[in-house]
């Protein structure tokens, strides 16, 4: 998730980066009964500012997930009220303008739980997003490898542009593992100005 912000710092040059991730335990006894996914959306925000280190970064990024999975049960709906209540009804244009960015880590590695006489496998669904400036970015973890799945309305991203992305996230991957103590403006990637 850093990894990612730091990207979309190259991409837009804001130090205030926000993405919204699924958030999908079940932390109440009472909801194990029911069949499908609960999920919520949280907001991840990252306050970019002073050219921080990769590695401070990190620690950024850390807190703000633990503190939005710290309440998890407050509805993302909320929010919006909250927000309507703030602006007295009149939500800024540009909230609506805002490109989302979806963010998932998945991990594949662990079996999963056998049902009887039921055989379980993943299905790919079908990218339709009521957002024309959508991205969605999952991290899957399977045995031995990470693998990347970005979704995007083809109506609004030409493929080259997203593979320029892909690539110099894949790019920027290899070096801050090879350096995690590099100051985020010291990073350069082709095709991200």
């Known amino acids: 998730l850093a990894a990612l912000k730091t990207l979309l710092y190259h991409y837009t040059h804001k130090e205030h980066i926000g993405v919204f991730t699924p958030y999908a335990n079940r932390v109440r006894p009472e909801v194990n009964s029911?069949?499908?996914?609960?999920?919520?959306?949280?907001?991840?925000?990252?306050?970019?500012?002073?050219?921080?280190?990769?590695?401070?970064?990190?620690?950024?990024?850390?807190?703000?997930?633990?503190?939005?999975?710290?309440?998890?049960?407050?509805?993302?709906?909320?929010?919006?009220?909250?927000?309507?209540?703030?602006?007295?009804?009149?939500?800024?244009?540009?909230?609506?303008?805002?490109?989302?960015?979806?963010?998932?880590?998945?991990?594949?590695?662990?079996?999963?739980?056998?049902?009887?006489?039921?055989?379980?496998?993943?299905?790919?669904?079908?990218?339709?997003?009521?957002?024309?400036a959508s991205l969605e970015f999952a991290i899957i973890e399977e045995t031995g490898a990470l693998n990347i799945d970005l979704r995007y309305p083809v109506d609004s991203f030409d493929v080259k542009d997203i593979q320029s992305m892909l690539q110099n996230f894949l790019e920027f991957l290899t070096v801050i593992v090879a350096d995690p103590e590099t100051k985020l403006l010291d990073f350069s990637l082709p095709g991200s100005a």
């Open 34 to 132: 029911i069949i499908g996914w609960i999920a919520n959306f949280h907001v991840l925000g990252t306050n970019l500012t002073g050219n921080p280190r990769f590695s401070e970064l990190l620690i950024r990024v850390r807190e703000s997930v633990l503190g939005a999975y710290a309440h998890q049960e407050v509805p993302s709906s909320l929010l919006f009220v909250a927000l309507l209540q703030h602006f007295e009804g009149q939500l800024p244009k540009r909230l609506f303008e805002i490109p989302t960015i979806n963010f998932g880590l998945f991990d594949r590695t662990r079996q999963q739980p056998p049902i009887d006489e039921l055989e379980v496998s993943p299905v790919e669904l079908l990218f339709n997003s009521a957002d024309p």
